[in-house]
T-cell receptor, first 114, second 115 residues
Framework: KNEVEQSPQNLTAQEGEFITINCSYS?????LHWLQQHPGGGIVSLFM???GKKKHGRLIATINIQEKHSSLHITASHPRDSAVYIC????????????????FGKGTHLIIQP | NAGVTQTPKFQVLKTGQSMTLQCAQD?????MSWYRQDPGMGLRLIHY???????DQGEVPNGYNVSRSTTEDFPLRLLSAAPSQTSVYFC??????????????FGPGTRLTVT
């Protein structure tokens, strides 16, 4: 079973700051997801990555498969970005990982102050 | 499309009671799953289904049953509720488990309290 670690656990920043959230995992994966959970509780998919880099608006996600590491960046952060950001991985079943479903990190609680 | 819907949003049960959490999706997704979210822990997989008539256990299946009689619906049954089942439950779906380039869609969650 994959072990997914996120850092930091909590992050408070000022509006406009550049934000980086990190995710590392222990065994090979076929995909990595970044999810956003707002205080109301709903979970929204931000990115699905299997290699390289993706960008959507002010959000950028990167993955380094060799180092088993991914980062989520937020540029020009805004109070509406305040949420819990969750990294989740799907094991590479072809490598014998076998775990079904996604394995989730515990999340990074981000607060952006005006 | 309504996406993934869950009912109820909130539920309080007494120990020993049974109930069914409903989940439905209208995207013709093959793969559906149930997760529970507890404070200080990541979401954990309870049960999943790769298509109508096919279900399997996840990481924490004890105390829960599922069935998948149609592509759209994937109900989760609590057989005899226990306080340890107090949690927030999320249903999720995606096009296919076996194609890496899929997106996960989550329902709004059901907050369950067992007293």
């Amino acid at each position: 079973k994959n072990e997914v670690e996120q850092s930091p656990q909590n992050l408070t920043a000022q509006e406009g700051e550049f934000i980086t959230i990190n995710c590392s995992y222990s065994v090979g994966i076929s995909a990595l997801h970044w999810l956003q959970q707002h205080p109301g509780g709903g979970i929204v998919s931000l990115f699905m990555l299997s290699s390289g880099k993706k960008k959507h608006g002010r959000l950028i996600a990167t993955i380094n498969i060799q180092e088993k590491h991914s980062s989520l960046h937020i540029t020009a952060s805004h109070p509406r970005d305040s949420a819990v950001y969750i990294c989740a991985v799907r094991d590479d079943r072809g490598s014998g990982g076998g775990a079904d479903g996604l394995t989730f990190g515990k999340g990074t609680h981000l607060i952006i102050q005006p | 499309n309504a996406g993934v819907t869950q009912t109820p949003k909130f539920q309080v049960l007494k120990t020993g009671q049974s109930m069914t959490l409903q989940c439905a999706q209208d995207m013709n997704h093959e793969y559906m799953s149930w997760y529970r979210q507890d404070p200080g822990m990541g979401l954990r997989l309870i049960h999943y289904s790769v298509g109508a008539g096919i279900t399997d256990q996840g990481e924490v299946p004890n105390g829960y049953n599922v069935s998948r009689s149609t592509t759209e619906d994937f109900p989760l049954r609590l057989l005899s509720a226990a306080p340890s089942q107090t949690s927030v439950y999320f249903c999720a779906s995606s096009y296919s488990r076996d194609i890496p380039s899929y997106e996960q869609y989550f329902g709004p969650g059901t907050r369950l309290t067992v007293t």
